[in-house]
Nanobody
């Protein structure tokens, strides 16, 4: 089992920045990659960014150049630095640990006002 706890969401004006954090605990050695997903109201959950155990990253086209995913292995933490936020970035953001089993955090709300 892997437990994930997100933090750092909130309300920000368009053009602003937020940094999301995800603390992982449990059987973290089973994790191959970690990722941030988001789900806007009435829409399907979508991948925002992912990072492998080797450090390779992947981003959704809509966030490239604005968001940066990173991880701190020593602290078992995952981060998402979000800059130049837009109202369309408004969603619940979920941390995910991907491996033989996938694990999800409870989500943190990000609201971007215009």
């Amino acid at each position: 089992q892997v437990q994930l706890v997100e933090s750092g969401g909130g309300l920000v004006q368009a053009g602003g920045s937020l940094r999301l954090s995800c603390a992982a605990s449990g059987n973290i050695f089973s994790i191959n990659a970690m990722a941030w997903y988001r789900q806007a109201s009435g829409k399907q959950r979508e991948l925002v960014a992912a990072i492998t155990s080797g450090g390779s990253t992947n981003y959704a086209d809509s966030v490239k150049g604005r968001f940066t995913i990173s991880r701190d292995g020593a602290r078992n933490a995952l981060y998402l630095q979000m800059n130049s936020l837009r109202p369309e970035d408004t969603a619940v953001y979920y941390c995910a640990a991907l491996g033989f089993h996938n694990y999800w955090g409870q989500g943190t709300q990000v609201t971007v006002s215009s």
